[in-house]
């Protein structure tokens, strides 16, 4: 039985409540970032961080270090509860709008896939049996309800969208060695398509911004990123996954665009081996600083 005195010699103080809080502050970008690649990208990451700082600042006022649980598992578990309360909280569009986008997501990936290029609106359109203009409706409605479908956008339920079991040892070198990847992957995007996402997604810029140094319109830039996103999801699965590839392992494809890929995939492969992918990150898969 605990004695008075020795719960007192666990508790810390104010002060020390506080520098854990802001030790870990990284811990809620980590963690908006590992849901984000899950969800639409019109979910606010800004929204998700608030939500994740705030319950940062809640952990650290209702830390007991007597109970033996480290800081950082105590205050992960409270994030990503209060990310999953946000995310439910934003899920209010209709069910006719999740599944219209749910089928313009379809039809353009299969578009970009038959092409080997971003398809443009007329020919989005033409695929959909609509207009350009109802292509356009369907998209302000996803903007504007700021579509979350824990149902339509992913698989699995709501809870299975933020875990709350800790990764076992496994899991967690089979998840940093997919980040590293993805760093590799990045790395070996042809150069353009590389600015476009480092911009966008690494910087936060606006595609107004990166548009005027590259010195193109808003619009190609949003088809360079989903070219970019395309060929990111094709290179991973090449290494990680082959049987998620279009047309399955093995399958050979005519014409310069499958030797583009055949060579975006080996320059993967050179960026560097296991120990270069697992060194992006630490032994607990938080990224490393610059």
Sequence with gaps: MTTTAEATATALTPAELD???RAHLPLVGHLVREMLGRLPA??????LVSAGMAALAGAG????PSRGIPFGSFATSRIRGALLDE???LDWASRSVRARARKVDTVQQELTGRLGRTPTQPELAAAMGVAVEEL????EDVQRAVVLSLQGFTAGSAEELVPERAAGP???ILHRERIGYLHQAINALPERLRKVVTAYFFDERPMN????ELGVTESRISQLRAEALVLLRD???NHLDPDLLQGGPGTTAAGCVARRRETYYANIAAQGNLSARLAITTPLGMPKAA
């Design 61 to 64: 006022r209702s830390f007991d």
């Design 19 to 21: 520098a854990h809080v």
């Design 87 to 89: 995310l439910r909280g």
């Design 42 to 47: 019109h979910v606010s990451r800004e929204d």
């Design 209 to 212: 911004d990166i548009a005027e």
């Design 235 to 237: 290179g991973l699965n």
């Design 136 to 139: 356009k409706t369907i998209d």
């Design 170 to 172: 496994e899991d967690l």
